[in-house]
């Protein structure tokens, strides 16, 4: 189906008429992440009740650059490939360059993924190991995301995906309590029942991670790898400024965002952002023949 003339803001009142009427995730394709951010706006405007909204930002750096991401954006990412494969409502909007972009295998962040709870037999050292393994760092003061703090038998701990850091409270190997705290005031706000631990990067940085990414950039570049600051940082475990641009040397085979998608999820896709990628028409029609998505052609 395409629909033309859609002037102003009736663009936002008719994907949000269209995302009311789909009893699944609704995946919206636009120009760039200004349009994107927008476009989100408008759509919770007209909604008659406030859909599900996943976030799955661009890592606005350039590629091959020695900056990295900010944590938030990271953080934002994880939390979006860790829920939107079980989303069975809501919209999920995003540039068409974010959308094309390759990710991380879908096992990757089920592996490294963790609940934990009020009562549970952890034990402090194990569950440092586990978040050393899954990517977060050891602080003194826990403030952004992907950090953790140890103090006798108390745990600071700022998950990736979460608005707030947990302080968790061991007694011996049980977990006694979980409380949200202010990263500013490290003053405690409430008692959490529960809480989901996602990995702190989107690639590994453990040993078989460390392994894997020497191995591929060996056979990839023809250099002393010795000479080349990133492969001299990931190789002693350190995680180098740039290293997402990276990514395929740490797998065998990347995934994209389709591979994430719920079965049922429906694509609309901007008109103006198709002349932003060329062949994307041929990628979503082979997607489309494997999995059954329900396309809605140029908005």
């Known amino acids: 189906m395409r629909v033309g003339q859609l002037y102003g803001s009736s663009r936002g009142l008719f994907i949000s008429e269209q995302i009311a009427a789909h009893s699944g995730l609704s995946v919206v394709v636009c120009c760039n992440m200004a349009d994107a951010e927008q476009l989100e706006q408008e759509i919770r405007f007209f909604s ?67 609940d ?72 405690s706000i409430e008692k959490i029942d529960r809480i989901q631990l996602l990995p702190a990067q989107e690639y590994p940085l453990d040993e078989a991670g460390i392994k894997q990414f020497r191995l591929r950039f060996r056979e990839t570049f023809d250099i002393d790898p010795n000479t080349c600051p990133v492969y ?28 994430y998608l719920p079965a049922e999820s429906r694509l609309l896709i901007d008109d103006a952002a198709l002349t932003h990628a060329n062949g994307f028409i041929d990628q979503v029609q082979q997607r489309y023949e494997s999995r059954r998505y329900n396309l809605e052609w140029p908005l």
Do not use: W
């Open 116 to 187: 934990l709870k009020v009562g549970d037999l952890v034990g402090m050292t194990a569950l440092r190991d586990d978040l050393s393994r899954y990517g977060y760092r050891a602080v003194s003061q826990v403030e952004e995301h992907g950090e953790f703090s140890a103090r006798g038998s108390i745990l600071d701990l700022f998950p990736m995906g979460s608005s707030l850091p947990f302080r968790i409270d061991f007694f011996d190997d049980e977990v006694e309590s979980i409380r949200s705290f202010d990263a500013e005031s490290q003053l």
């Open 48 to 114: 008659e009740r406030t859909p599900a909204i996943y976030r799955f930002p661009d890592l606005e750096t350039l590629p091959y650059d020695q900056f990295s991401p900010h944590q938030d954006i990271i953080s934002e990412r994880i939390r979006c490939l860790a829920s939107i494969s079980s989303a069975s409502d809501g919209f999920l909007v995003l540039p068409i360059s974010t959308l094309l972009q390759k990710i991380a295998p879908t096992e990757f962040i089920r592996q490294r993924s963790l």
């Open 232 to 259: 001299t940082d990931i190789s002693n475990g350190i995680a180098s400024a740039g290293v997402e641009y990276y990514l395929p040397l740490f797998f065998d085979e990347l995934a994209s965002l389709f591979d």
